[in-house]
DNA sequence: AGTTAATCGAGACGGTACGTCAGGTCTTGGC
DNA sequence: GCCAAGACCTGACGTACCGTCTCGATTAACT
């Protein structure tokens, strides 16, 4: 059925055909990611549909179970692509300043209301969604190591104690984001970043003494 | 719902009665309560539904109407009613030990899978149900009202110092306890427990420094 | 709906509640019946869905499933309402005439473009839906027996002779009419329903002699 | 699909070759058929998808589409072919005798439940598929046809008036015999074979006295 | 004691969204 | 260029819930 001369040594490990008929179509695919975290943003997360959903990207809908096998699944990856705008951890020789600014342009981001409100779909997706805790454990890890370089960098310069939890220290920075993002009690602007960044640092640099 | 100023005519032939009829009974309220906070300790929070709450109690759906606006809204008050389990705190004399203590307990009672679900449902309710963060936002300010009492006893006994960011110190409790909870990355036990007391205790001291 | 009269007995009796809750509709399910018939002779047969039933008669799907277990079930009962349209056993004095009338009165009915299309869509659901099959066959018993009683006074009067075999005559009969409808080879008119009737009439008075 | 002696221009511009590409598997084609007809025979005819035929024939969905253009052209042509089994028309030198023969080797045909069901399945798609009902025309001309040449023999042989109404007999023959195979109401064995026979015979007799 | 009216469990109502299934078209690599 | 395979868009299916409305029964204050 297929070129026997062209691979002599695939034949006899794959002798039966691996696939036939149309592939996938990968615009599809990102079509969909795009209109789902557009209607994330402006429209209201709760009354998104998979039929608005499909309706935005040109797209029927069994192609979208086709890729996602949840509704969940989608979502989440859709915000992980969208949401994920990469916030740079910057190298200006000063840890302390680097950090606060790392903070800084992580709490710029969520200025948008449209970022917010991705956010809480994909926390509130992922309390009912296997699939979609999935995509965000597999965000937050991302997330926490970006991070963690980061302050492995304030240990190497000294900032740090070389015996600081990195961990907790982690789980602090994002607890409080996302703790203020869910409940909403308190505002998520550059002075609770300085105020964050400033904790962060105090505790890091007793830890060690 | 209407004024009955408004038909002044009214009044005037019944200017006494107030109120006529059966009154609400105040027994299926508790059990509609119960049940819920029961199907979202053991079933799948996921499938929640105001047939399944109605049968669990024994009471029809429009009951469940007659006193919450809306799903979220019963969802929200029965876990507040059930999760909101007190956990005291206590008064050794020692504010470290107290302060861990604290952290200890409710620790403890999030080693319940059916308290750590309700609550995870709580949170996602609240993202797209405007009731249900209203009361997550009230469940939360009665427990930072609480954790700030014993800071401030820290403050009292000169363990923080004066000026130390209390709602900050807050957050950072309660932004890592929701945070595990809600991404599962990390364990809630005595151990992180310990560290987040151990960490609180570090920085507010320094903070004065 | 019960008689209260016998009450004190009647736990013993009755322990259990007979019903409760809102009784149906019986507006809604006219309402869809009629909407069936309307849409079968207006509109193409073909593209007849729950949905356009449900639209035109302004009720939910539900609804539609509640009352009728399949589409060809409420078809052919919408049809056996609305085509049977009574054509009356007339009674000159004649035999002969009023058979020629009954046919004649029959094909004139389906003149009717609406009435063609509905009636072959009966037949064709009953042909892969039991309930439709069902409808189908006591529609078409009550008709042949209103022919049935024509005939039998065909050989009361001696026009048919006593040993006619009435079966098969009303076979012919409307074995004729339902071929032509279904293949639509041969026209079903004034001139088709005079020769049936001749035809009717001949074999019978020839079958005794 | 096109003619090329249409374009005897371009053969001389490109005078070898004649076609390119694979050409039509006619063996495809006769798979197709025979498993429709299968399928009709044996499955249940309601649930017979183009996916269906095409596994039970190794055919691409896209074959079946090459050849018919629609899913009731090919049915309905799988029927012709296979239900067409043809009942030849005997000559004993009796007339009546020949006729009875005819009526019964049809019914004994239709004994086959799977025939049943292929041609009431071939009705039905008539009602809404243009293309079956093309086929059941053609299909029923020619049986028409052919019980026509028998009964122009008994006006031959002066068994049948020579004014006899051939058409209305001919419809009398197979309008009872689909009215019962579709209604289901009375049963096509070898006892209505005769009657039916009887019948006609007797009223073509007496149409010309 | 009788009247009045709001509540109760139950369940039908008009809707919306779901996830699946089938139809007919388009695309891919192989022949 | 035909073929099998299968992804694509479309649209109907039957189900699950939603929040409301209706039913007979119950219950409690006011007459």
Redesign the interface.
């Known amino acids: 059925m297929h070129n026997d001369l062209a691979a002599p040594t695939r034949d006899v490990r794959r002798p039966t055909r691996q696939h036939t008929g149309r592939r996938r179509n990968a615009a599809a695919r990102d079509a969909i990611l795009q209109a789902v975290f557009e209607l994330l943003r402006n429209g209201g997360?709760?009354g998104l549909t998979i039929d608005a959903i499909a309706g935005a990207a040109g797209v029927g809908r069994q192609t979208i179970y086709r890729w996602w096998p949840s509704k969940g699944a989608v979502m989440a990856e859709a915000m992980v692509r969208g949401a994920g705008a990469i916030v740079p951890v910057r190298d200006s020789g000063s840890f302390k300043d680097d950090l606060a600014q790392f903070l800084i342009d992580i709490f710029a981001v969520l200025e948008d209301q449209g970022i917010r409100r991705a956010l809480?779909?994909l926390?509130?997706?992922?309390?009912?969604?296997g699939h979609a805790?999935g995509a965000?454990?597999e965000f937050?890890?991302q997330r926490?190591a970006t991070l963690r370089s980061l302050l492995e960098r304030g240990i190497a310069s000294g900032d740090l104690s070389a015996d600081a939890?990195l961990?907790?220290l982690i789980?602090?920075a994002?607890?409080?984001?996302?703790?203020?993002l869910?409940?909403?009690?308190?505002p998520l602007d550059a002075g609770a970043a300085r105020?964050?960044g400033t904790?962060l640092v105090?505790?890091a640099?007793?830890?060690g003494e």
């Open positions: 997360g709760s809480r779909q926390v509130a997706a992922a309390q009912y969604d805790a965000l454990a937050t890890a926490r939890n961990g907790l789980d602090v994002y607890g409080v984001l996302w703790y203020r869910l409940v909403g009690h308190a105020d964050l904790h105090a505790v640099r007793r830890a």
